[in-house]
């Protein structure tokens, strides 16, 4: 591998860690405001998006192991936001979806990100935002291809 791209390579790195890094110090702020954690944000995120999910398929989406899903899941079930359904085609599973109280607070953190998204997206020149979008897609479906992405540990 030729120097340029070694240096490319350290670039995207670092590139990516301050990124990670700081959407991750606004997703903080923006859940804890509304009295939950990070990954319980994901998960309400997850279940607005997918209504009456699996645990196996929560823990696939977000790449984590069942066990941690699952701790997370008791917590939200205990606060109100989640119910926990045995599933009607096997008894051995269970659904999960959002309660009435755990909609309205996925949407008060979807409010609060969009607007953080919004305010960045102001330093950023109007016929530059399309490219930018595009660009994360590009690097995130890129990602989700890699042998090394985001797998969770067995």
Same mark, same amino acid.
């Given at each position: ?8 390579? $350290?670039?995207?790195?670092? /590139? !990516?860690?301050? %990124?990670? &890094? #700081? ?8 859940? @804890?405001?509304?009295?939950?954690? $990070?990954?319980?944000?994901? /998960? !309400?995120?997850? %279940?607005? &998006? #997918? ?8 823990? @696939? ?8 899903i699952s701790r997370q899941i008791q917590q939200l079930v205990e606060l109100g ?12 599973y269970v659904v999960l979806s959002l309660t009435e109280k755990g909609t309205r ?50």
């Amino acid at each position: 591998m030729e120097m340029k791209q070694i240096q490319q390579h $350290v670039s995207v790195r670092e /590139i !990516l860690q301050l %990124l990670v &890094r #700081r959407f991750g110090l606004l997703q903080k702020d923006g859940a @804890q405001c509304c009295g939950v954690t $990070v990954i319980q944000s994901h /998960i !309400l995120y997850e %279940l607005e &998006r #997918r209504p009456s999910i699996s645990l196996n398929e929560l823990s @696939q989406l977000l790449s984590m192991d069942t066990g941690a899903i699952s701790r997370q899941i008791q917590q939200l079930v205990e606060l109100g936001l989640i119910n926990r359904i045995p599933d009607p085609k096997d008894r051995r599973y269970v659904v999960l979806s959002l309660t009435e109280k755990g909609t309205r607070q996925s949407r008060e953190i979807a409010v609060t990100m969009e607007s953080y998204v919004q305010s960045i997206f102001q330093f950023i020149p109007e016929d530059k935002q399309e490219q930018v979008l595009e660009s994360l897609q590009m690097l995130s479906e890129a990602m989700s291809k890699s042998a090394n992405c985001c797998t969770p540990p067995l």
